[in-house]
Every structure is written in structure tokens, then in C-alpha cells.
């Protein structure tokens, strides 16, 4: 036992150190793992690697899978549409017309022998067989399902799969209804045996082991390259298809228990179905193969990391303990002597250890300055980021009160314009034309007062959409046409141009060339010239808007586009703004990745504003969506009762009283306890609701008519001043189904009534 006490080791007794003398085993414990932890990522992402490439082979499997199916669903209707021409061309035969049967049936069997069919007949309308070229006695007809839908639908069938009376094997049938005088006369049919089927199918030269099986819609098999009992398709493959869709793809087991991949393409108007599939084995030989190479670098890498981490701490062990010592004595506040270490890295340490000693004092005397300033920086960034925030909130606050209480007054005016129209009083055309133009210019002001708001703030949102440069520069010229007065517009719209396509919101690029057009028409005196005229450039269209108006000078022409800026202008000028349009036009054009530029040869010599858009492919026909029918004003309105809701007498009385004009049957009510009362008597099928009420407001009064005895039936519509799109959001939010800003468009009003009211 005492020989063996010198190779056990001790601990040091209590209050000792450990022996002195740097261990290197720790060293070399983090090296390991260090080279472990850098080897590990790179584990995961091969192993992730495999996975994907994995997953992508089969994917790609499918895919070639799903090509056949294709492919073959393409012959197969080919075919299919072969056999129609042919009895759509028998149904012309003279003989036909003629009655001449006998003759008909000759040129039935002389088709039959052509195109390889087991027969041909021809059943009259009742359905019953009149020729067969095949079957003698005229049996009853077979598959009488497809019959009557051809005769019923007077347009070819295919019909399902059934067993024929003389072969005994599976066939279909392409029926063909001959239409005579308006009515179904014959129904011609081409009988074809599934085999014809298999046969097209090898003729695809597909690779050995693919297995290819066609279904008819009710599942039952028509044909298969591997012959099997069972007539429908296995159970995993029949859940694929059973996901719907015209086609798909997916692992599935064969009936005789082989996995493959699988894929289903659906012959477009047949309603059958096209079934390839490929073993999985043979997709999986190339994949395992390059797994294993990957596998045996790995576990190669891990062992050359490991040795080298070994070595690496070896050379590592003495410098690191005499910069461990340094290190310590700077952490006593020790002056440090030069180091001299054999490890350039190391060595630049040492000395950044020592100079570290000597910085220490003046550099803490330093940190204590700077955090002391920061937090004063600090404090004042807060104090002024809490201040803008404040500002901000104070400034959309401003602008949804001063658009609804400038949109208020316009409302009650409108209306009354309107309803003097619909009375047709033409003694007061000329003064109803003056108060419409200063109402139009008014709200002009006051939309682009909240658009500039909505992009300074970042809130402005546009929907781009591809859509074609003529249509666009025509609907706007057409718009100013009736703003000319003696002004001429020349348009120049190229073919070419025309027909390019940009990406771009419909709506927001109208009021760019209509804010444009504006500033031209009031800029130029009244017997001036303006022109439009567009040009592709390289990959944008240019659309320019010049006029030979009062042009601009150096200055004006930096400033043209700034917020709020208007040019110098005479007293008695036309009309007046807030100098916004431009500053807008720029803006929105910015936001459709475009540039907008303006041009002039001093005053009194027009202006050049041009208009430059990215060009984008044209779309494919298919990516197109239908543009919805726009629903026309209505005319006719009776048995609609609707329910006026505003605060503003004015608004509510000329609002119903144009309703009343239009047909319709109108209450009104000027506080929300009223309109809930009114609706105890009074079944309104929409009600028009104000926003800023006394005591309740529209949202709160939209929620307690929801909750009322009405609520499910009637149609809440919030016509209001408020017309910011989170005024819209929270109008949707809080159960309206639609949001007109005030004024409101009689047109628009109309149409929206009609739609809600037709519900």
C-alpha cells in the first residue's frame, strides 16, 4: 500500500494554494472546444444541407412526376378532342341530312377502321340505337348516363368507364349530339377501349419502373402501365388526389406496396385524372452516396481539429501564463515592466497592458466627464423626442378637427347646390356654377392640405398595380377638358407609348398629372396654348405637361416644388392656393420610384413639367383582374327609407331634403337620442350617421343601433368631415359598412345607397 501512496495525488491542505506552475490542460480543454464549437455550425449546416438537398430531389422527383402527368394529360385530350372533330365532321355527312342511314353507317365503319375504334353508333333523340358498327341486333345502348347528358346538354360527353357487351373489356365513349333545326336529332358516338388509352401512354417513352394509372371522375381506374385487380387507386394515392386542386403532388405506396413519389394532373374538361408515379429508391440512390462522403469528412475534420487544438495549447501554455501575471498586477494597480513575448499577438497585448497602466487614472477621470454628459444629452434627446411626439400627435389632432370643421360647412352647401339642380331652376345657373367652381377649389384645399400631412408623416399608402400609360393620360385630359375656357390642349400620345405599362396606383397618378394640368390652366391667361406629350426613354415613359404661361425664374425654379411655396403673381391672378399641389406631385411621384423635373426659359415664356415612371413588363393576361362594373346612380328609389343623422341643422336638412328628391323615403334627427328613438317607429333601411355628435358619438351611436331590434338589417353609413384612413379604419371597426368624406358626390351617394340597399 505504501508504494502505491506516491502515485495518488493530494490535495493541498486548507488555506494553501494550488502547486505553482501553469497547468495547460484547461488550455487545452477550451482549444477542443473551441475547434468543436467552430466544427458544430458547420455539422448542423451540412446536415442541414443534406436535409434540404434531400427534400429538394424529391421535390424535384414530383416535379418530373407532375411534368408526365401533364404531358400525358395533353395527348390524352388531344385525343379525346381528335374523336369530337371526327364525329363533329361525320355529323355533316349528306347522307345524314338525307336520312340516308345505310350510306352513314358505311362511313361510320370506313372512320371506325381509320382511327382504330371498337365501334361507332348513332342514337336518336329518345335514345334509342339506330347503328352500330359492331354489335349486330342493336342492343341496348351502354353507359345511358352520358346519352341523355348529351342530349341534354347539346354539347359533347365523355362517358364513364364501362364493360362492352362483346369484348368484355373496359372502353368509354366520346358522345357528339348532331343538332338539327334548333333541336338535338342524333347523338353520334365513338366508342374507345381503354387499352387505346395504355397504348397512348407507352408511346410517351417513359423510364423503366414509372408507373402511370388513369382514373374517369367517379375513380375507377381506366388504365394503368403496371396491371393490377384492384380497379381503383390505392388508398394513399386516392387521399392525394382527394385534396382537390387540378393537380398536386406527394409520397404515396402503390398497390403492390412499392413507395414512390407521386404526382396528379386533372385533363382539363374530361374530369379525369392523370396519376404518375416514380420509386422512391431509385431517386434515393444518388443522395445516399454523397451522404456518406460528407459524413466521413466531417468525422475527418473533427479529428484534425481536435490534434491541432493539442498542439496549439502546448505553444500557447508559458506566454499566456506571463500575461496572466500582468494582468493581475495591473489589476493591483501595479506598474508593469516590458514584456517581451515570443507571439506577435500576445506580445501587442503585453504592451497594450502596460500603456493600459499608465492611461488607467487620466482615463477614468475622463469616463466620469462623459457619463456625466450623456446623461445631460441623454435627458435633453428624451425631453425633445417627448416634445416632437407631443407636437406630432397635437398636429394630427389639428388636422382630422380642421378637415371635419372646414368639410361641415361644405356638406349643407353642396347638398343645397345639388338639390337646386335636381329642380331644375335655371334662373340661377349661372350663380349655382360660380358657388360649384368656389366649393370644387375649396375642397381641393382641403384635401391637399390632409394629403400633405398623410406623406410628411409617412401615412400615406398607395396600391400599385400594373396599368397602361394611355388610359390613364387620357381619363385626366378628358377631366380638365371642361376647365380650358379659350385655352387650347394638344395631346401627343405615341402608339408605343401608349401601350407601355407602369407600376403604379391609378388614383394617386391621376392627381399627379391632374394637379399638373391644374397648375398649367392657371398659370397660363386664357387664350394660351398647353400641351401633353409622352416619349419612352430608355426603361421609363416621360410624360410632359408644357404651357406658354408666366413661367419661372432661376429662383422659383429651385423653390417650385417646396412646401407652401407659391410664385410672385399679380393681384387680379385667377385663383389662389396654399401652395401645395406641386410639393405633393413630387411626393407621390417619389413614391412610385419615378422623378419629377421642371423646366422654363425665364418669365413669361411658359413652363416644362416633366413626368419620368419606370416601364414594367405588360402582365399575362391571367394575372389581370377583372375591373368590377362601377354601380350606376339610381334613378329609381322607391320604398327605400333612409335616416339623416347630423348635429348641423343645415347638413341634415338639405341633406334629406335631397334624398327626399331623389325618391327616397327620409327621416331626420339632429342628436343620437333622437335618431334611436326615430328608429322605434321609423324602419329605416340605411341610416347616414355624422361622427361628431353632441353627448354621443357616431361610433358609439353605430354600436347601440347594432345592438337594437334593427341592428343585423340595417346599413350604417358614416358621413362625416373626418377623412383621414384611420378615421375610415376605425368607421369599419366600429360596425359601418361604408365612409364618405363630406361634401359628398351626389353620384356617389347614389350609387353607394343602390348597392346597399340591393343587399
Known amino acids: ?155 359533347p360527353v365523355v362517358g364513364s368507364l364501362f364493360v362492352g357487351p362483346m369484348r368484355r373489356s373496359p372502353a368509354f365513349a366520346v358522345r357528339y349530339p348532331i343538332v338539327r333545326n334548333g333541336e338535338v336529332r342524333y347523338v353520334a358516338s365513338a366508342v374507345l377501349g381503354s387499352d387505346a388509352v395504355l397504348e397512348l401512354v407507352r408511346e410517351q417513352n417513359l423510364p423503366p419502373g414509372h408507373v402511370v394509372a388513369i382514373f374517369d371522375p367517379s375513380g375507377v381506374r381506366i388504365a394503368r402501365t403496371v396491371e393490377h385487380s384492384e380497379r381503383r387507386a390505392s388508398p394513399t394515392l386516392g387521399a392525394l388526389i382527394e385534396r382537390g386542386g387540378d393537380e398536386g403532388m406527394g409520397r404515396t405506396v402503390t398497390l403492390e406496396g412499392t413507395p414512390v413519389h407521386s404526382a396528379f394532373h386533372r385533363v382539363a374538361g374530361l374530369g379525369w385524372t392523370v396519376a404518375v408515379g416514380i420509386p422512391v429508391a431509385e431517386a434515393n440512390r444518388t443522395v445516399l452516396a454523397s451522404t456518406a462522403l460528407a459524413a466521413l469528412g466531417l468525422l475527418a475534420s473533427l479529428g484534425v481539429s481536435a490534434w491541432l487544438a493539442w498542439v496549439l495549447a502546448r505553444r500557447l501554455g508559458q506566454p499566456i501564463g506571463q500575461l496572466k501575471s500582468a494582468a493581475a498586477a495591473l489589476g493591483r494597480g501595479e506598474a508593469l515592466p516590458p514584456l517581451h513575448l515570443d507571439i506577435e499577438e500576445l506580445d501587442e497585448v503585453a504592451r497594450a497592458l502596460v500603456q493600459a497602466s499608465r ?127 379659350g385655352r387650347t390642349l394638344q395631346v401627343d400620345l405615341p402608339d408605343d407609348v401608349a401601350q407601355a405599362w407602369v407600376q403604379a396606383d391609378a388614383v394617386r397618378l391621376a392627381q399627379v398629372l391632374g394637379n399638373l394640368l391644374g397648375n398649367a390652366i392657371k398659370f397660363t391667361q386664357d387664350s394660351g396654348r398647353l400641351a401633353v406629350s409622352a416619349r419612352l426613354d430608355g426603361g421609363d415613359v416621360a410624360v410632359e405637361v408644357a404651357d406658354d404661361g408666366i413661367g419661372l425664374d432661376d429662383e422659383e425654379l429651385s423653390r417650385v416644388f417646396d412646401l407652401f411655396y407659391q410664385a410672385p403673381q399679380d393681384l387680379h391672378r385667377p385663383s389662389a392656393g396654399l401652395g401645395l399641389g406641386l410639393a405633393i406631385v413630387r411626393s407621390l411621384v417619389e413614391m412610385h420610384s419615378g422623378s419629377v423635373h421642371v423646366d422654363s426659359d425665364g418669365r413669361g415664356r411658359g413652363s416644362r413639367f416633366t413626368v419620368r415612371l419606370p416601364c414594367v413588363p405588360a402582365p399575362a393576361p391571367a394575372a389581370t383582374s377583372p375591373v368590377e362594373p362601377v354601380a350606376a346612380p339610381m334613378s329609381a328609389t322607391g320604398g327605400v327609407r333612409i335616416l339623416v343623422v347630423d348635429d348641423n341643422l343645415d347638413a341634415a336638412d338639405s341633406g334629406g331634403a335631397l334624398l327626399e328628391a331623389c325618391g327616397f323615403e327620409v327621416a331626420v334627427a339632429y342628436a343620437p337620442d333622437e335618431a334611436l328613438r326615430r328608429l322605434e317607429a321609423f324602419e329605416a333601411d340605411v341610416a347616414l350617421l355624422d361622427i361628431g355628435l353632441p353627448g354621443m358619438d357616431g361610433y358609439q351611436l353605430a354600436r347601440a343601433i347594432r345592438g337594437g331590434p334593427r341592428g343585423p338589417r340595417i346599413r350604417l353609413v358614416a358621413l362625416t368631415g373626418y377623412g383621414q384612413e384611420s378615421d375610415v379604419q376605425r368607421a369599419r371597426d366600429n360596425g359601418f359598412d361604408a365612409h364618405m368624406t363630406k361634401p359628398v358626390d351626389v353620384d356617389a351617394l347614389l350609387a353607394l345607397l343602390d348597392r346597399l340597399a340591393g343587399r
Open 359 to 485: 492611461e488607467r487614472e487620466a482615463a477614468g477621470r475622463d469616463r466620469l466627464a462623459a457619463e456625466a454628459e450623456r446623461e445631460r444629452l441623454l435627458a435633453q434627446a428624451t425631453a425633445a423626442l417627448s416634445q416632437a411626439e407631443a407636437a406630432a400627435r397635437s398636429k394630427d389632432e389639428f388636422l382630422a378637427v380642421l378637415g371635419h370643421e372646414l368639410r361641415n360647412p361644405l356638406a349643407p352647401i353642396s347638398s343645397a347646390l345639388q338639390l337646386m339642380a335636381l329642380k331644375g331652376d335655371g334662373s340661377t345657373r349661372a350663380e349655382r356654377r360660380i358657388v360649384e367652381r368656389q366649393l370644387g377649389h375649396m375642397t381641393r384645399l382641403v384635401d391637399d392640405l390632409l394629403d400633405v400631412s398623410r406623406i410628411t408623416g409617412g401615412k400615406l399608402l398607395i396600391r400599385r398595380e400594373p396599368m397602361r400609360v394611355g388610359p390613364w393620360i387620357e381619363q385626366v385630359v378628358e377631366t380638365v377638358r371642361g376647365s380650358l375656357g
Open 1 to 155: 500500500m505504501d508504494a502505491l501512496a506516491p502515485a495518488i495525488p493530494r490535495e493541498p491542505p486548507r488555506g494553501q494554494g494550488a502547486p505553482a506552475g501553469p497547468t495547460r490542460r484547461p488550455l487545452q480543454r477550451r482549444l477542443l472546444l473551441l475547434a468543436l464549437a467552430v466544427l458544430l455550425p458547420v455539422l448542423l449546416a451540412a446536415t442541414a444541407s443534406l436535409l434540404y438537398a434531400m427534400r429538394e430531389l424529391e421535390r424535384e422527383v414530383q416535379r418530373t412526376a407532375l411534368h408526365t402527368a401533364r404531358a400525358i394529360s395533353v395527348a390524352l385530350r388531344a385525343e379525346i378532342d381528335g374523336a369530337m372533330g371526327a364525329l363533329e365532321a361525320l355529323a355533316t355527312s349528306e347522307s345524314l341530312v338525307d336520312g340516308r342511314l345505310v350510306r352513314f353507317e358505311e362511313r361510320a365503319r370506313q372512320l371506325v377502321e381509320t382511327r382504330g375504334w371498337r365501334n361507332l353508333t348513332l342514337a336518336d333523340a329518345r335514345g334509342r340505337l339506330l347503328i352500330s358498327t359492331s354489335t349486330p341486333g342493336l342492343p341496348a345502348p351502354v353507359d345511358t348516363a352520358s346519352l341523355e347528358q348529351a342530349i341534354q346538354s347539346r354539347a
